[in-house]
């Protein structure tokens, strides 16, 4: 089993900025590309940033330019650096692991950060 321990969320005003890190452990074997999600409330999850072990990388458009994500592969860490925020960020984030364990891939997700935006 794969654990996933989120931090970084919180309570920031727009224009302000956070950074999210999400690290596996367990039973990760090979990750092939991490990721985070957001859900605000009466919304679907979306993909807010995408980034695969080889540094390949893919955004929500309304966060292009203020958000950038990186991965550490020797901590099987992402990172999420959130700049330039706004009101319309505020959402839980997730983190989402994309592996392969033996012939068979798999997916795991971490149990949330709340981010807020104030106007």
């Known amino acids: 089993q794969v654990h996933l321990v989120e931090s970084g969320g919180g309570l920031v005003q727009a224009g302000g900025s956070l950074r999210l890190s999400c690290a596996a452990s367990?039973?990760?074997?090979?990750?092939?590309?991490m990721g985070w999600y957001r859900q605000a409330p009466g919304n679907q999850r979306e993909l807010v940033a995408h980034i695969t072990r080889g540094g390949n990388t893919n955004y929500l458009e309304s966060v292009k330019g203020r958000f950038a994500i990186s991965i550490d592969n020797a901590k099987d860490t992402v990172y999420l650096q959130m700049n330039s925020l706004q009101p319309a960020d505020t959402a839980v984030y997730y983190c989402?692991?994309?592996?392969?364990?033996?012939?068979?891939?798999?997916?795991?997700w971490g149990q949330g950060t709340q981010v807020t935006v104030s106007s």
């Open positions: 367990g039973s990760i074997f090979s990750i092939n590309a």
């Open positions: 989402q692991v994309l592996g392969r364990r033996g012939p068979n891939n798999y997916v795991s």
